[in-house]
């Protein structure tokens, strides 16, 4: 763990349905405020699945109340239950939250900021717009939605930004052209991107081949849905005779602990890479969900991210764990 992480407790003080699938909560904590922190940070919150405590993660959204948080929370469909968990919480519910921190790492003294965000990933890039609005400096915000109704937060980010907040709206046929935004960019300029893994690959793509320099391009993934169905699969360890069922609803990082091949960890988001364990074969495919490996590494299927990545079918792979010298 990176920080020093404490948790307090905070009282649901109001919450509003922002998009039809964006709830909006804000929370009350007993010690009286929020604690100082950069733009573009998150909280840890205590959420309930089905009766049992899970950890989840939410952006501070942009507010000039200091003594609450403002988190926005999208319902995902095809989850473990953390979002479903935060939906059902009712005004004056009592909720666990940790100290908020970010990780981020943007430099603030840049003079041009390009702002990218992708459906709920602006939580985090409206904080951060609003931080550089208040430097004086106009950031343009990219905004990329399905459809205008899925868009949280327009009225203040327009109000915000003005004509620096471009829409990108997919049903509308207006899908942002990252390389050109790239190339237009001037030479001091960063980026800080928050959306799906898509996304994320794209840009990532499109910031490389633009020549910039990799440590301009910021980013931060939600965790990640990957590219197929999140479906039972199965993982067998070299040398050994075991071969390990990791259910749709558990990562295989915690399928591997749980059966005592120990695989050390940090971020758990596949931005990282600490956890990244050797494959030896694949019966089936892999779905890299990480943002750690780069495209030819994840081609060639030599190394995976258990905390992120799962696979259809098994696969075999070597966590260099050795019982003997543990
Ligand atoms: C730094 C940070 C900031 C965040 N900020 C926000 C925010 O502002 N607003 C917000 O709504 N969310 C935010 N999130 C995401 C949030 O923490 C939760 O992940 C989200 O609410 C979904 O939780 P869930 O339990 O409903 O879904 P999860 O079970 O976590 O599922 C999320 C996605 O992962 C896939 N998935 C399901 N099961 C598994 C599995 N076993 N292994 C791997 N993948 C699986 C699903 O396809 C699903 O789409 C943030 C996350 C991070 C790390």
Redesign the pocket.
């Known amino acids: 763990m990176r920080f020093a992480e404490h948790w307090n407790w905070c009282t649901v003080e109001t919450i509003r349905d922002v998009t039809p699938q ?1 709830r909006e909560f804000r929370l009350r904590p007993d010690s009286g405020g929020v604690p100082p922190c950069p733009a573009g940070s ?1 909280i840890g919150v205590n959420v309930l ?1 089905d009766g049992q405590p ?1 950890r ?4 501070l959204v942009e507010t000039n109340d200091p003594s609450t948080y403002r ?4 319902l ?1 469909p ?7 968990g ?1 939906w059902s919480l009712r005004a004056g519910a009592r909720i666990e939250t940790s100290n908020p921190t970010s ?1 981020l790492d943007i430099d603030w003294t840049r003079q041009n900021y390009c702002l990218i965000a992708g459906g ?1 990933g602006i ?2 890039i409206m904080a951060i717009a609003a931080a550089l609005r208040r430097t004086n400096i106009d950031p343009t915000l990219h905004y990329a939605v399905k459809s205008r109704g899925d868009a949280a937060f327009l009225d203040e980010l327009s109000a915000m930004l003005g004509d620096r907040l471009i829409m990108h709206t997919s049903d509308e046929g207006a899908r942002i052209d990252l390389d050109a935004t790239f190339r237009a960019l001037p030479d001091d300029a960063i980026a800080v991107i928050c959306g799906p893994m898509r996304m994320l690959e794209a840009a990532r793509r499109a910031w490389n081949d633009s020549g910039r320099a990799p440590a301009d391009l910021r980013y ?7 590219l197929m169905p ?1 479906a039972e699969f199965r993982v067998r360890l070299k040398d050994t005779d075991t071969e390990l069922v990791v259910p ?4 295989m990082l915690d399928a591997l602990n749980a059966a005592g091949f120990e695989v050390i960890s940090d971020c758990q ?1 596949g931005e990282c890479g600490v956890c990244a364990v050797d494959v030896v074969a694949v019966d089936g495919e892999i779905d890299h ?1 990480d943002v750690f490996f780069s495209d030819q590494q994840k081609r060639d299927n030599r190394k995976i991210c258990p905390c ?1 990545s ?1 696979a259809i079918g098994a696969i075999t792979i070597d966590t260099l764990y050795r019982p003997e010298a543990a």
């Open positions: 964006i998150h699945i899970a989840r993660s939410y952006s988190i926005a929370v999208r995902a095809d989850s473990r239950g953390g979002s479903r935060m990780l709920i939580t985090p931060e993934t939600f965790g990640s849905s990957g999140t749709q609803n558990s990562s988001r969900r992120v799962r």
